[in-house]
């Protein structure tokens, strides 16, 4: 069996939502200091729903493709669904990641969170803590 899906693939050579929003109202960057790959997410949100979101990602093909599912999971869909995006929902719509390459979809899930918690710092917006958790440590991820 190939190492990687087909859509895997495909999202890694026609990434979806690559670039910039200039004026976005979240932006989050989240990075792996074991990897040292980097992603980062922008928001455009109108009437509590994410109508825009575009990535930078600085990384390996399936932090790439990662990147580019997440942000097809959740273009157009409320905020509250953006929220509960997990990177088990990102690797299953991808077909799967190879088991050494699963931290790259929890990079696309922390950084959707963080561009979430800039919009709420920035907007004044009150929110339960709990739904984001401190930053991990990279120790306990495979590389
Ligand atoms: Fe680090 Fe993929 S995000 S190797």
């Excluded at 890694?12 to 989050?28: H, K, L, T, Y």
């Excluded at 990079?107 to 009150?126: C, F, V």
Aim: aromatic share 6%; with cysteine.
């Amino acid at each position: 069996m190939a190492l990687y899906s087909e859509k895997v693939m495909d999202h890694f050579r026609n990434p979806r939502n690559v670039g910039v929003i200039e004026n976005a109202d979240g932006v989050g960057e989240v990075g792996n200091a074991k990897c040292g790959d980097i992603m980062k997410i922008y928001l455009k949100i109108d009437n509590d729903t994410i109508s825009d979101v575009k990535f930078e990602t600085f990384g390996c093909g399936s932090a790439i493709a990662s990147s580019s599912m997440a942000t097809e999971l959740i273009k157009g869909k409320p905020v509250a669904d953006a929220l509960k995006l997990t990177n088990q929902a990102v690797t299953e719509a991808l077909d799967g990641l190879p088991a050494h390459k699963l931290h790259c979809s929890v990079l696309a899930e922390e950084a959707i969170k963080a561009a979430m918690k800039d919009y709420y710092d920035r907007h004044g917006i009150a929110y339960d803590e709990s739904l984001f958790p401190a930053e991990h440590d990279c120790e306990s991820c495979e590389v």
